[in-house]
C-alpha cells in the first residue's frame, strides 16, 4: 500500500518505472542472464528529468579552477551549508564511505566533494514525498561504477529518504544491514553483480515499500525465506547465487512480471498452484536448476508469458498440451531435462514462437505443425528419440531411458486444453482432476 502511493507521489518513480520495463523488454530473449545487464533505471543516468540534475563533467568547470585551499580537502560538516537540513544529514555517511573505498578506477568519487551532494556523481535528489518544499537524497545510481568496498553498512541505511539504490557491477561484498528495513521509501533495490556473500538479507522482507529486488549474480547462500514469494514485487532476480531448497508452493505474488531464480539450486517439482498466482508474468526463468517431477498443466494458466525457461533441470513426464494456451509466449526451453512423449502440436501452433528448445530430453514424436517449426530453425528436438530425424539418441539410450517407468500423477490433465483454440480440442475433464492439491 505504502508502495503504491509513494510512487503516485514522486514523478521520477513514474518515469524511471517506465524505462525499467522498456529496458527489461527490450532484453527479452537476449543475454537476459548477462551480469551487466541493467534493467534498473536508466543505465549510468540514474535519472535525468527535470527534478534530477546531472552530475557536473570536468569539461564543463571553469577552464581555470582556483588552486585547492589550504584546509584539509573534506571539511566537517559545521563548515559547510546545505539547501536542505536533509543533506546535512546524509553528508557524514557518504564521506565515511568514501574512506571506505579501495579502488576507484574511474575516478567517481572524486566529486564527492563538498555541501553539493545533488552534484555528486552517481546521487541524485528530488522532493521527498513527506514534504514537498525539501530537497532530499531521493536516488543512488552506482551502476557500473567498479568502486570496491567491503561493506554498504552504515551507507545505505543512512539514506533517510532513499527511493532507489542501483549498484550493478561494483566490488562491494559483505552482508546487508538489517537496518535497511528502516529505509521507508525504497522501492528499487539493485546490488547486481557484486560479491555479497552470507545467507538472504531477511531485512528485505521488512522493507514495505519494495517492488524491484536484484541481487543477481553475488555469492548468497542458504535457502531464501519463502515470506519473498509473497511480497507484492514487480521484479524478482536472484539468479547466480547459491541459494539451494526446495520450490516454496506459494511462489509469485499477483504483480511480479519477471520472476529469475536461475543458476542455483532449486530442487522439488513445480507447485501446481504457481501459475494461477502469476496471471502477469511475463518472463519465468528457473533454468539450471535441480527441479525434477512433471510439469503441471497449470502453467498454461501463465496467460502473459513471453519468456518460459526451465532448461537444465531434472524434470520429467510429457509436455501438457495447456501449454498451447500462452498465446503471447516467444521463448519456450525445456533443453536438458528427462521430459517424455509427444510434442503437441498445439503448442507448435503458438504464433508468436521464436524460439522452442525441446533438445536433449526423450521425446518420441512429433506431428506436422512441429516438423514446420523444425524446418523454419524455430524448434529444437535434436538429442530425444524420435525416429526420422537427425541427431537423435541412440537406441539403447533411449530403451535404457523407458525401461524405467515413470508415473505423473493427474494423466488426464495433459491432455487438456483450458482455453478455446478454435483448431483444437480436448476431452473434457473430472473436477477432481483440476482441483489444485499440495506437491
Ligand atoms: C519542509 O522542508 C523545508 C525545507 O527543508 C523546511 O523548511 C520545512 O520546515 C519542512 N516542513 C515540515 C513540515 O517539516
Ligand atoms: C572487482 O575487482 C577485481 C580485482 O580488482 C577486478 O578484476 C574486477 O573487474 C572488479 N569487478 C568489478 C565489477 O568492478
Ligand atoms: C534457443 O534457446 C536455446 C535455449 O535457451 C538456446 O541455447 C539457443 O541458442 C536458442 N536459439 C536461438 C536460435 O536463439
Redesign the pocket.
Known sequence: MGGISIKFLIPIFSFILVSLFINVLGETGTNREAPHLIIGGVGGGGCNNQYCSTPPLTSQRPPHPPPPPAVPPVPPPKNLVFVDQRLAVVYPAIQKFKSIITSDPLGITKSWLGSDICNYKGFYCDTPPDNKTAIALASVDFNGFHLTAPTLDGFLDQLPDIALFHANSNNFSGTISPKISNLPYLYELDISNNQFSGSFPTAILGMNSLSFLDIRFNFFTGSVPPQLFMKDLDVLFINNNNFMQKLPDNIGSSHILYLTLANNKFFGPIPRSFPKSLSTVSEVLFLNNMLSGCLPYEIGFLKQAAVF?V?NNQLTGPIPFSLGCLENVE?V?F?GNFLFGVVPDVVCALGNLV?L?LSDNYFIQVGPLCRKLILS?VL?VGKNCIPGLPLQRSVAECVAFFAQPINCPFMPTYTFIPCLLPHFSSPPLGLSELAPSPS
Open positions: 525457461d532448461g521463448v526451453n533443453a524460439n528448445s530453425g529444437d
